[in-house]
DNA sequence: CTATCCTATCGTTAAATGACGATGGAATCG
DNA sequence: CGATTCCATCGTCATTTAACGATAGGATAG
């Protein structure tokens, strides 16, 4: 069990090239608000560090209602830096890859 | 005249090495969020690209009053992402070159 | 079917944001 | 000195955030 729903993320830390900086402004400014709090960058880190998907561990990890996680969640959810996949009783998260990797590069070419 | 307040800037995309990764979430939180709105981007991408600085040229730039440019500085300059200093009778704003790049270094950690 | 567990949502409250106009202070110009 | 220019700050108001407890819904377990 405890399958990952998410393919195993990809590294390349490098290829920050062809970005989109066109009307990218209003992209990046709600990628970057969804990190503008500590929690949700804590939250981050922990999906990313256990590359696969999370829920109520998260809640044990921090010192705070399981609301106020979901509603974290849901942000980070609604600017599409993670995904939830119903898994049986529980929810599964995980990062999204992809968006993950345009948030940097959008950050690198500032 | 306009003689740049601030240093020429050091071009070093590379040498993302060695970060702080410790308690930064606090400080990754605080630059994100003040990244976290598409007027101070905006901003940050004017001051970069003319890569000296600005002032009263920012508000002719954009359709917000002036108190609302200076608020946007402030939050900027609280942040320690943009420096201001007084030139005669108007204030001269540049990005704090290293403050951007410790960004851009955290966000690549991610 | 019923009970239990996990999560999302609702309702509330306090605080922070974002925008504006108006005011005030500092420095230059005349 | 006096007028003007530039900018920061104040006061206000509407909206959004962040947190909580309580509630509801969906799926498994018994």
Do not use: W
């Not at 922990?46 to 809640?59: K, M, Q, T």
Request: charged share 20%; glycine share 6%.
């Amino acid at each position: 069990m405890e399958s990952p729903c998410c393919p195993p993320q990809e590294c390349t830390p490098g290829a920050l090239l062809a970005t989109p900086l066109d009307g990218a402004e209003d992209t990046l400014a709600a990628l970057a608000k969804a990190l503008g709090n500590p929690v949700r960058i804590r939250i981050l880190r922990l999906l990313v560090a256990r590359n696969a998907c999370i829920c109520g561990e998260i809640v044990e990890e921090m010192p705070l209602s399981q609301s106020t996680i979901s509603a974290h969640l849901k942000f980070l959810k609604d600017v599409g830096l993670v995904q939830g996949t119903i898994d049986g009783p529980r929810v599964c998260y995980c990062v999204n890859p992809a968006v993950l990797k345009q948030l940097k590069i959008l950050v690198a070419c500032l």
